[in-house]
């Protein structure tokens, strides 16, 4: 339930962003991260369509091979 | 930088005198010890014991049959996280044991995967009343916090479920003294509200806590750190997250929470009423409270002012007291398919997570006085 996803900021209008993660995009709330400086291209960790904080590519990367890892578990 | 066969080969060969008991609070982290085989890998040396860890699995009854009671009688829109509506509750409400019996009977209940999808379903649908049946720890608590705080259709209401995740491993370490050696502490709830948040495990119960990451690297870093400690006798709080949690979390988040919410006692199925664990409205958004529009309804509550004494199962497991396959419906009755327990139902439920995996290995964790006692097939 607690369970946050790396994506990459495509866009950004007011406190909504587009993001991309896999070939997915959706539309993130920037609202969580306002005190943070956010722009296109970085990594923000997303939680039910809030970024809750601004990570690296390294980690994001990190953090997809394990989710990718749970996927194939899983599949 | 470590390496993950390292640490591995660091933790295995930890000798200790006896088994160090670390107890883990988060789904997430119960997931991957379990998918990585930790428990096994270790079992000479570290026990590992998940907690309450699941917001799903510890929604009071009343909560769910209250939500079943509005989308039966009161012909509301019930819109909850997908996990919410497969929970069963012990008392039936109108004949249903769960939201998803409710919906096969007829009563509009949708799943949903964010807040402002609730939102959305108001905006489409003015005629009718949407109420979330809003469930969750301080990580999902902000973002509906957030959404919260917009403006917002006449026609959207909550019933508000929402629970904080120290108060409860507090609860736990209080009343199962000497039980715990460690704690790993959830990675997502401290990017909310920071690693500080999980010190008064080493103020009050001189217990080493470890936050992690979900990767195998980070947890086997917490693992690491923890028995460091346990080894050279300190009592330290590490991040092993840091990349996401900072010290005083996320600032902007925990003011929006401490707008919307305010702190109150709050029942836990499976423990009983915890002293400030619960998020209530604050009064600028009290008008949003579903249970102001509708009348209560009668249900058997186990819901005292005082903890109970556990008996089932299910409670058990949520305590740490027992191992999911030691309880004698898992695998049996209970089932993902045919969940008799909230843990078999959720993906964060340690139940679930340990049929899913086919973790089998400890059969029995049963609290003995002030041992563990562990039996191996």
């Known amino acids: 339930m607690c369970l946050a996803i790396p994506m990459k900021v495509i866009a950004i209008k007011g406190f909504n962003a587009t993001c991309e993660a896999k070939g997915v995009s959706r539309e993130v709330s920037l609202h969580l991260v306002q005190g943070l400086e956010v722009k296109v291209g970085d990594y923000v960790m997303v939680h039910v369509g809030y970024a809750l904080q601004v990570i690296t590519y390294d980690d994001a990367q990190v953090t997809w091979e394990m989710l990718d890892q749970v996927i194939a578990y899983d599949a | 930088m470590y390496s993950v066969e390292s640490l591995l080969r660091d933790i295995k ?26 428990r096994t890998l270790f079992q000479h040396n570290i026990h590992l014991i998940p907690g309450p860890g699941c917001p799903v699995c510890i929604c009071p009854e009343e909560d769910i049959a209250y ?19 497969r929970v069963p509750v012990e008392h039936e409400m109108g004949g249903c044991s769960s939201l998803i019996d409710a919906k096969n009977q007829g009563a509009d209940i949708r799943p949903i995967s964010s807040p402002q999808e609730a939102v959305s379903i108001a905006l489409e649908e003015p005629r009718k009343v949407i109420v979330f049946f809003a469930v ?44 715990f050696d460690a704690l790993i502490a959830p990675g997502h709830v401290a990017t909310i509200m920071g690693s500080e948040e999980w010190q008064f495990a080493i103020d009050h119960h001189n217990l080493p806590v470890s936050i992690a990451g979900f990767h195998p690297e980070s947890l086997l870093l917490s693992l690491q750190t923890l028995l460091g400690n346990c080894s050279n006798k300190v009592v330290t709080l590490s991040n092993r997250y840091p990349e996401v949690v900072k010290q005083n979390g996320n600032a902007a988040a925990k003011a929006i929470i401490n707008k919307a919410f305010t702190i109150v006692d709050a029942h836990w199925r499976g423990i009983g009423v915890i002293p400030g664990s619960g998020f209530s409205f604050a009064s600028r958004l009290s008008h949003l409270d579903a249970t102001n529009d509708y009348a209560p309804v ?3 509550s186990q819901c005292a002012q005082n903890v109970p004494e556990t008996t089932s199962p299910c409670e058990k497991v949520i305590l740490g007291k027992m191992a999911p396959d030691a309880c004698p419906f898992f695998g049996q009755e209970c089932k993902p398919a045919s969940p008799k327990g909230a843990c078999m139902v959720s993906d964060e439920g340690a139940c679930r997570i340990w049929y899913s995996s086919g ?19």
Request: net charge positive; charged share 20%; proline share 5%.
């Open chain 2, 67 to 85: 939500a079943i009671h509005l989308a039966i009688n009161e012909n509301v829109v019930i819109v909850s996280f997908g996990d919410m509506l």
């Open chain 2, 359 to 377: 973790e089998r290995s400890i059969t029995n964790v049963i609290k003995k006085g002030n041992t563990l006692k562990v039996e191996m097939k």
């Open chain 2, 136 to 179: 969750g720890f301080e990580t999902t608590m902000a973002p509906i916090a957030a959404t919260l705080l917009n403006d917002l259709p006449n026609n959207f209401k909550v019933l508000l479920s929402g629970r904080l995740t120290w108060p409860a491993v507090a609860h736990v370490l209080e009343s199962q003294p000497n039980t």
């Open chain 2, 13 to 38: 060969n930890t000798s200790l005198s006896k088994p160090f008991r670390i107890l883990n609070v988060c789904g997430g982290h119960e997931r991957a010890i379990t998918r990585a085989g930790f």
């Open chain 2, 298 to 300: 009668d249900f058997p």
